[in-house]
């Protein structure tokens, strides 16, 4: 018997809820839960590293702003020519256009900065931050799809019923009169499997040195977001029809293999992701 699909429904009310005057979005609900997610479970695998739990909280408090101020920088540098006109619109990020590269740059640099004060090695808080990283990414592709954003090019209902998907999510891609590739989900699944992935592997004896559970994340999610970032149809693009994060996807895949390579066989990364933390004490009386 075949799949009964109901008929076409109007999209998804983006907003979750009237505080007064206020409209809470659901890009933004979703996001924040991804963040929450994340940073329950980097408490959780810190501890078990020798990182101070407290290390970690104080270290979201300065990264997730820089994250949020990056991301949104990243994007409208890209999409100048349009800010440049509606510059009200710039602090607009409830009605989406944050971008993830731009976010790992600022947490990134936070992370550097904060680990070094704190003697915590910083490959180490990478190592345990990646599988999370990529977990809040997967939950937050589902933002992109309550704004009907980051959606690839014009298919058939026909197609998107082949891929069995729920009918909420085949009446979401009815975009400006056309169904759409659903790439968000895409990218979610991509992103969920290497969530998967890591966590199954970071334990393993002798597998990881410091540094290459988050050169991992690196590969896995460079590579796959070059492939679905050519299916997309509003990427922010450079001259000549280039699209950035393909670009720096492959900067980031080609870097993080150099980087593997370089640390491996020049003897760099010498502790074990399960060593965790050799200046715990250290990181305990600088607080």
């Known amino acids: 018997m075949g799949v009964i699909f109901s008929p076409i429904m109007a999209a998804l009310n983006p907003i979750a809820i009237h505080l007064g005057p206020i409209a809470v979005h659901w890009y933004g609900v979703i996001i924040a839960t991804g963040v929450v997610i994340a940073v329950i479970l980097a408490v959780r695998e810190g501890r078990r590293r020798g990182i101070n739990p407290d290390d970690i909280y104080d270290m979201i408090l300065w990264a997730l702003p820089a994250a949020l101020i990056a991301a949104r920088t990243y994007y409208v540098?890209?999409?100048?020519?349009?800010?440049?006109?509606?510059?009200?619109?710039?602090?607009?990020?409830?009605?989406?256009?944050?971008?993830?590269?731009?976010s790992l740059i600022g947490a990134g640099l936070v992370v550097f900065f904060f680990c070094r004060s704190r003697f915590i090695p910083v490959w180490l808080m990478l190592d345990v931050a990646a599988p999370t990283v990529i977990l809040g990414q997967a939950i937050g592709r589902w933002g992109n799809f309550m704004n009907q954003e980051a959606f690839g090019r014009i298919t058939s209902l026909a197609f998107l019923q082949g891929l069995h998907l729920p009918n909420f999510i085949v009446n979401q891609m009815l975009i400006n009169g056309a169904y759409r590739q659903p790439t968000f989900l895409y990218e979610s699944t991509w992103d969920l499997l290497g969530f998967i992935v890591l966590m199954s592997l970071r334990h393993t004896p002798g597998l990881f040195k410091q540094g290459e559970v988050f050169l991992s994340y690196v590969l896995w999610y460079s590579f796959g977001r070059f492939f679905i970032e050519g299916m997309r149809t509003d990427s922010l693009m450079l001259f000549g029809g280039l699209r950035v994060s393909q670009l720096l996807s492959v900067v980031l895949f080609i870097g993080a293999l150099i980087i593997w390579s370089y640390r491996r066989r020049q003897k760099v990364a010498s502790a074990a992701y399960l060593d965790g933390n050799p200046f715990r004490e250290s990181s305990k009386l600088s607080k």
């Open 77 to 102: 540098v890209f999409q100048w020519p349009y800010y440049a006109k509606h510059p009200g619109e710039i602090i607009a990020i409830w009605d989406g256009g944050i971008a993830i590269y731009g």
